[in-house]
């Protein structure tokens, strides 16, 4: 079996995407030629060798819905990860080139129907070899976390009046942000870190720069309690996916992609109302599309379930539910799915 492989091999998310999707179909005999997008700068555990194009072979390629042409093969196939409910012209355009397209959600397959395109579902998945089970801390201190980088859409704005509504200067929380964003300017980072940091619980927040590589963020992982993710609008979000394979708790917004592996079992989940807002933030996104609209109700959910989880704290215990239902998302899974999908 060959394959051309149009995809990034680095250490951004789509990078981790296509490093375990050629390490595991590698796994499975596939015989793959890498065209790289961008430079390679992959982790040190994964070995990418290059060879010719197969003439004879499919290509699938990794990348951004609005960057899906330009590339040949016997079969084109597009494998990509979106976040918004509207697609523009180009994206349109781009995602009905290939000859098949894949995306990582329901929610996502719905979006292309409702722009007349035809996708098939096939889940991303996560590192359970590295991000095992851990024991849960026996600290006094409640520590809630988020990961992800700086952005109204990942909900950033909104954790931060939650964490000072939901606790008093009394109470023994700790908020752990991992926020960096590559592709903010300097200044527009640090306005988001005196909004954190210079606000009435900010002796409470710890802001971690980018770790070098999973096992780093693993150990991160280990000393915390309880992932809040307050998205607006999430095409996959992997960390979260990460903690429940860690049998940390989640605190998370139901919807769009992250709903794939989200369930009542294995997290505190905040329903969002069936209302949307124009996705403008003037820095990624300028008013064009929509995003989930980020409530009253939603908010009052957020702060309740954050003190909730704090006052239970001494009751609480690994999240097995959390830790069972992962597994299903193994990198190892979701490239058998895509496997089949190659070959069918």
């Known amino acids: 079996m060959k394959l051309n492989l149009n995809a990034p091999i680095n250490t951004t998310s789509y990078g981790y995407h296509s490093s375990y999707t050629y390490k595991y179909l590698t796994k499975l005999g596939w015989e793959i030629a890498h065209l790289p997008i961008g430079q390679n700068s992959p982790d040190p555990k994964f070995v990418i060798t290059k060879r010719n194009f197969f003439h004879d072979a499919p290509c699938l390629k990794i990348w951004h819905q609005f960057d899906l042409s330009g590339f040949t093969g016997k079969e084109k196939i597009g494998f990509t990860v979106f976040e918004l409910e509207d697609l523009n012209p180009t994206e349109i ?46 600290q006094e201190n409640t520590i809630f976390c988020n990961i992800g980088k700086w952005e109204i859409r990942k909900g950033h704005d909104v954790l931060i009046k ?19 964003n590559p592709f903010l300017k300097p200044e527009q980072a640090s306005a988001w870190e005196r909004m954190y940091l210079g606000s009435r619980l900010g002796s409470k927040i710890q802001i971690i720069p980018r770790q070098a590589n999973h096992s780093d963020v693993l150990n991160i992982m280990r000393q915390v309690d309880c992932g809040v993710f307050p998205a607006r609008a999430e095409g996959w979000n992997l960390e979260p996916l990460e903690l429940l ?3 940390k708790h989640l605190i998370i917004t139901n919807c769009t992609g992250q709903s794939e592996y989200l369930t009542e079992n294995n997290s505190m989940l905040i ?9 403008y933030d003037g820095v990624f996104f300028n ?25 239970n704290r001494p009751n609480i215990l690994q999240n097995t539910a959390g830790i069972l239902e992962s597994r299903q998302f193994s990198w190892e899974n979701s490239v058998a799915k895509l496997s089949q999908e190659l070959l069918s």
């Not at 995306?103 to 991000?131: M, Q, R």
């Not at 329903?271 to 996705?279: D, I, P, Q, Y």
Request: proline share 6%; hydrophobic share 35%.
């Open 245 to 247: 394979g860690c049998g």
């Open 271 to 279: 329903e969002m109302e069936e209302k949307f807002e124009s996705a």
């Open 93 to 138: 355009n781009n995602m009905k080139y290939p000859d098949k397209l894949l995306v990582p959600s329901k929610w996502g397959k719905e979006v292309c129907k409702n722009h007349g395109i035809e996708a098939t579902v096939v889940p991303l998945g996560y590192d359970h070899e590295t991000f095992v089970p851990t024991e849960f801390p026996q």
């Open 162 to 180: 939650a964490f000072n509504a939901a606790f008093t200067e009394k109470d023994e929380v700790t908020l752990v942000m991992m926020p960096h």
């Open 287 to 311: 008013g064009f599309g929509r995003w989930r609209k980020f409530g009253q109700d939603a908010f009052d959910q957020l702060v309740e379930k954050m003190r909730g989880f704090h006052k």
